[in-house]
């Protein structure tokens, strides 16, 4: 009798996480990346870094609570939960991931086949007001300034020895839209994944800390404390043809960004139109909800050790930040041309907001203006580009696939 319960005592000690940890050897190496059981105990840490800031500094906790959770689940030894060599490749077996897969398996296959990031982006177009970008359209171009980073920085990944397509992949982070890196990235490098996405999303996090000192580096004090006039009133009829007009030129133009601006465009129309509140506020807050929560989960759970552990990450994420840097610079400099061509009239401060994290960096510029001239209200002004950026950050992913997906 004692032996039986030693021996099953002896199992069941065998079947724990901690066993498993140390069975293959702790310190282990597998393509570059550390593996064994220092690397499951990183990851963990990590997990819990990445939980620490999206709980106690709330930063972006939405999407990087889930993300920082799916993380740390999917680095549990042996808990079957995520399987990420069933994704391998450019063709997935559906039958395959169903029958051998895990929880995380069967969602991340909204990741794999491009299902949640313009989910997203039809909640997006559903919380977003685009009136100050009609009341003034010159500030597209704000938004497409602000996308300088993006090219920048693929060229420089190509010179450090990426390939093309991780090259894309990279670079868009300077988008500073997640959805965006994440749909960009599961097409033409999805081994990258976890390293962009968690830099994506860390670097809109921190916006409120990134972007100021750029901000400050470029302008003067008088440029910063320029009071722009009040935005004109937008039509309802305006409102209701934008997206409907944005759509049709876009896809026509770029085919592969029809699914991102398409549904951004959607969601917009059912916030304008004035006959769909009901779909409008399902997509606003039930749809935005359970798919940030799926999205976060399984874009969380490809970052396992052997994905996640390697030199590669960390030149992703200093990539990401140099992608970052200089969308923000490239905004607010060419916001300063068009300050000078207006004669003075627009605060080059909402260039800035020509990154895509909407409406976080169009509150920066409000911020940083309103500290020069407590009577400066830039929030509106800055809204234009910001959803701009949005955009052209969606047009800056359809030109990668359009020439670079096979």
Request: aromatic share 8%; charged share 10%; net charge neutral.
């Amino acid at each position: 009798m004692l032996q039986q319960i030693g021996n099953g005592i002896s199992q069941f000690l065998s079947t724990t996480g901690f066993a498993h940890m140390f069975a293959d050897g702790f310190v282990g190496f597998e393509n570059g990346a550390i593996v064994g059981g220092l690397g499951t105990i990183i990851m963990i840490a990590i997990a819990c870094v990445l939980l620490y800031l999206a709980i106690v500094k709330k930063f972006e906790p939405l999407l990087l609570l889930p993300i920082a959770f799916g993380m740390l689940i999917a680095n549990m030894p042996f808990a079957g939960l995520f399987h990420n060599e069933l994704f391998l490749g450019d063709h997935i077996d559906i039958q395959e991931v169903i029958t051998r897969g895990g929880l995380l398996d069967l969602l991340y296959l909204g990741v794999k086949l491009g299902i949640y990031p313009p989910l997203i982006f039809l909640g997006v177009g559903a919380m977003t007001d685009f009136s100050p970008l009609i009341a003034n359209p010159k500030s597209i171009l704000l938004g497409a300034a602000a996308q300088v980073g993006v090219f920048v920085t693929f060229f420089g990944a190509l010179l450090m020895g990426f390939t093309v397509e991780e090259a894309a992949a990279i670079g868009i982070i300077g988008g500073a839209d997640g959805p965006t890196a994440i749909y960009v990235t599961k097409t033409l490098a999805a081994n990258l994944l976890p390293a962009v996405a968690i830099a994506a999303y860390s670097y809109m996090a921190l916006i409120p800390i990134i972007q100021p000192p750029i901000m400050k580096a470029l302008t003067t004090k008088k440029e910063r404390m320029i009071v722009m006039e009040q935005l004109r009133p937008v039509s309802r009829t305006e409102r209701i043809i934008f997206p409907i007009l944005v759509a049709i030129v876009v896809s026509l133009i770029l085919p592969d960004a029809a699914p991102l601006v398409g549904m951004l465009m959607l969601g917009n129309l059912l916030r304008e139109c004035g006959v769909t509140e009901r779909l409008n506020k399902m997509v606003q807050n039930e749809l935005m909800n359970i798919v940030t929560i799926f999205l976060g989960l399984t874009v969380g759970a490809t970052a396992t050790a052997g994905q996640f552990l390697r030199v590669q990450t960390l030149m992703i994420i200093a990539l990401g930040l140099v992608a970052f840097c200089i969308s923000t610079a490239g905004g607010v400099l060419f916001g300063k041309i068009m300050c000078k061509l207006s004669g003075g009239k627009i605060n080059p401060l909402i260039g800035s907001a020509g990154v895509s994290a909407v409406p976080m960096a169009a509150r920066v510029s409000q911020m940083v203006g309103q500290k020069e001239n407590p009577a400066n209200f830039l929030l509106m002004h800055a809204m234009g580009p910001n959803v701009a950026g949005v955009i052209g950050s969606a047009v800056a992913a359809g030109v990668f696939l359009a020439m670079l997906a096979k």
